[in-house]
């Protein structure tokens, strides 16, 4: 019997756009992902494109509104958008706030009570998810990126410096850049991982990058200056610029003019996003 159950399925540009639901394993609780194939996946096994998403989000907003599709058919990428957390998990905060517990798992694994039992999504993310998508799917085992928006792009931005060997190539969109450094990073770290700072770190994309691990690749982030995050101070992506430039990782990141936190902002620069990762993963 499959692991996987199938919820909807759509033709998309000579593909499809398919929705699943598993029980995890990480998680202990159902967890829901969309995969879009390219058609070159009817022929032979394609490279994978893993994206995660930001607060308040399912795998459904990056997948109806970023257009991702018509680029990752023609290049022939699978695309993967998880869910951004579990739910339903019974614990009774998790609904409370819309920055923390559902919808807001920041790609951590919790070591506090309540959370530690189901949100775990780093794990899910780096080990779970990946195993499954390769088993199930026609993918190129090992041939994998990873990008994100806001919440997901500092997911995408960890995952990948904690795991250089695993993922190819990483690229974000108004990522959280300096987790422990923000009002929505210090208190989702305080709850799932409590108040020792230094266990902080290893969910801070400016602290992991001056480790060094991703120097032989380019890291591409992409900003909208009239973005309400970027005032309020919760991205901070000069943080994440200086601690590249002092260590030299090689870093483009692209303020662009005008454009807010929207998936409007997301669906005008997946293109380029696509063929970043397009130079890596074919
Ligand atoms: N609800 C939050 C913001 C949530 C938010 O903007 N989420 C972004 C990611 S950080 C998003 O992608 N929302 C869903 C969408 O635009 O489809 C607020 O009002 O401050």
Redo the contacts with the bound molecule.
């Keep these: 019997m499959s692991k996987l159950t199938l919820n909807a399925q759509h033709r998309c540009f000579g593909g499809s756009v398919s929705y699943y639901q598993h029980s995890s394993s990480a998680c202990n609780a159902p967890m829901r992902f969309s995969v879009f194939l390219p058609p070159q996946a009817n022929i032979s096994p394609v490279p994978v494109l893993y994206f995660l998403?930001?607060?308040?989000?399912s795998e459904d907003?990056f997948t109806v509104?970023s257009g991702v599709q018509r680029e990752a058919a023609e290049l022939g990428i699978a695309i993967i958008a998880p869910d951004t957390s579990p739910r339903q998990t019974g614990i009774p905060e998790e609904d409370t706030d819309?920055d923390l517990g559902s919808g807001a798992g920041f790609y951590v694994d919790a070591t506090q009570s309540p959370w530690q039992a189901h949100y775990q999504m780093y794990s899910y993310v780096v080990e779970e998810l990946p195993q499954l998508i390769e088993t199930e799917f026609p993918v190129i085992a090992g041939r994998r990126g990873i990008f994100g928006?806001?919440?997901g792009g500092h997911g995408a931005l960890i995952c990948a410096l904690r795991n250089p060997h695993h993922y190819l190539s990483v690229s974000a969109f108004a990522p959280i850049a300096a987790l422990k450094q923000c009002v929505w990073g210090r208190k989702a770290l305080g709850h799932y991982l409590g108040s020792d700072q230094t266990l902080w770190n290893a969910y801070d994309a400016t602290e992991l990058v001056k480790q060094k691990t991703w120097l032989d690749k380019p890291i591409l982030i992409d900003q909208g200056t009239e973005d309400q995050f970027l005032r309020q101070q919760q991205l901070l992506p000069d943080r994440f610029a200086e601690a590249c430039e002092t260590v030299g990782q090689s870093l483009t990141l692209r303020y662009q003019d005008g454009y807010d936190?929207?998936?409007f902002f997301v669906a005008s620069f997946i293109r380029d996003h696509l063929q970043h990762h397009a130079q890596f993963l074919q």
Excluded: A, F, P
């Design positions: 998403s930001g607060l308040t989000c907003n509104k819309y928006h806001s919440m936190h929207s998936y």
